[in-house]
């Protein structure tokens, strides 16, 4: 579908961009204190305590109301410094190449992110959130409840992960990714 | 950004589709039993063993390697029925009305889904999953593994969630989301 075809869609928010693309407006800002990939937390664990702050587009501030019962709120983003993407990748918590869908790695054939970050508090269109392993300026696609009745599979089994996963609270991205 | 400017970006997969947008083409189609919104399943727990499956795209095999160690995997979709948003919403388990981005109701600023579901096999580019809520040919984005360390909070609150969430593998979807 041409971008320009259906206004009234457009205005609606995501649309088809073309034949079998989608198209995503970013909802927000997240404001973190890292402003270089190198040397951040590789996940909310190794982000302990660490303050950040969303600012939610003005116009949808409405969307928030009742977001201040949840303690945990699950943020979906572009790695927006991310370019091109690997099949295979080597990542920050192993030395063994794994298939980009076995890992958390940012250069992916959509570089679409997740983190599950602490929700502080909700006043007006501005979150304050806590365990952020986001760059600054990161947009924000999506923010979503995050509910341990849906979300928490504590036996689950996490593959090369296992052995691993742990180490996130002190291993720290390079420049792999970039 | 002219979405013809950059054919070398645009091969790479995600790109910057005009100014602050971003544009993501499917990595592959999930099939499932479920043709039409109303009667679905609103989420895994409530489509426990119902299987579906999800095929790659070709050329994105690579990408799997490793993933069969893990017992689940986040899938990242578009709502691609999903026409519109509003900022609240009476979700399926509740009679009052919340912010959408305290909901998972598909009517989102940006039409994107997560669903937490059992990984089964992997054969070539097609793996079988199951707890399947999504339907039929539903355009998936990414597949992340599911590490407890990471998204296991099974002490975290959830707002009006809380007393309700339980529920979710009973009620079923209707029309109200179309």
Redesign the interface.
């Known amino acids: 579908m041409d971008?320009t075809a259906n206004k009234d869609?457009e205005e609606?928010?995501?649309t088809v961009?073309?034949a079998?693309?989608?198209?995503?407006?970013?909802?927000g800002i997240v404001r973190s204190p890292f402003t270089d990939t190198a040397g951040m937390p590789i996940?909310?664990?190794g982000a302990k305590g660490v303050r950040g702050t969303i600012a939610l587009r003005p116009d949808?501030t409405?969307?928030?109301?009742?977001?201040?019962?949840?303690?945990?709120i699950?943020l979906?983003y572009?790695f927006?410094r991310s370019?091109?993407?690997s099949?295979?990748v080597t990542p920050f918590l192993d030395t063994a190449?794994?298939?980009?869908?076995?890992?958390?790695a940012p250069k992916?054939?959509?570089?679409?992110g997740?983190s599950?970050v602490r929700l502080i508090s909700v006043e007006e269109n501005v979150l304050i959130i806590e365990n952020v392993d986001l760059l600054d300026g990161t947009?924000l696609?999506?923010?979503?409840?995050?509910?341990?009745?849906?979300?928490?599979?504590?036996?689950?089994?996490?593959?090369?992960?296992?052995q691993t996963?742990?180490n996130?609270g002190s291993v720290r991205a390079d420049e792999r990714f970039r």
């Not at 079998?20 to 909802?27: A, E, K, L, V």
């Not at 190449?97 to 958390?104: C, E, K, L």
């Open positions: 971008k869609e609606m928010g995501s961009c073309q079998d693309s989608f198209r995503y407006t970013p909802i996940q909310p664990a949808l409405a969307g928030l109301a009742d977001l201040k019962g949840f303690s945990h699950i979906i572009a927006h370019k091109g993407y099949l295979e190449r794994h298939g980009v869908f076995a890992t958390r992916r054939p959509n570089a679409i997740i599950i947009p696609l999506d923010i979503k409840p995050y509910v341990p009745a849906f979300d928490a599979f504590s036996d689950a089994k996490a593959g090369w992960l296992d996963a742990g996130a």
